[in-house]
């Protein structure tokens, strides 16, 4: 099954074809960003962006707030998958949701399965502090990825 989330909505730079895709959940967590009300316009936004990312696949979506984790591998299970796959998660909120739900997807017998692109694993590891920390690597890694 295809995991759909607001971190990474591009996943045709993905191989699907190889999969046999049973189902594609979106998940909605623009809500764990706060402790306060999130505003209707960046929930509005984070929809757009799931459907949107939904609707270039080409596949029926099954929509999960991020207070029904638990409920996701139920739903992945009734519909004969076994691995979850998804892009890369790095730190923030959705992954702070994501971290206990691991293991307990891993205990119900789903594999989970995150992808990066040749370029995620190349900046990564520079991206600790800050944009422009980032930005005066921009040339070593331009030039690390043959660009």
């Known amino acids: 099954m295809v995991v759909l989330t607001e971190d990474d909505c591009r996943l045709e730079d993905f191989n699907l074809q ?7 959940a979106s998940i909605a967590a623009s809500c764990a960003r ?19 990312a939904a609707t270039r696949l080409g596949e029926p979506v099954k929509s999960f707030r991020s207070d029904e984790l ?16 998804m892009p890369f ?40 502090s800050g944009f422009f920390k980032l930005k005066e690597k921009i040339p070593a890694l331009v030039r690390a990825l043959g660009l």
Do not use: K, N
């Open 89 to 128: 998660l790095t730190r923030g909120p959705l992954s702070d949701l994501m971290d206990p739900q691991r293991s307990r997807w891993t205990a119900s017998g789903l594999r989970l399965a995150e992808w990066q692109r040749d370029w995620d694993r190349v900046v990564w590891p520079f991206a600790t």
């Open 18 to 24: 190889g999969l046999s895709v049973r189902g594609v």
């Open 70 to 85: 638990a409920s996701l591998a139920q739903w992945a299970h009734s519909v004969g998958a076994r691995q979850l796959v």
């Open 34 to 52: 706060s402790p306060r009300e999130v505003s209707g316009r960046v929930i509005a936004a984070e929809d757009s962006a799931l459907t949107d």
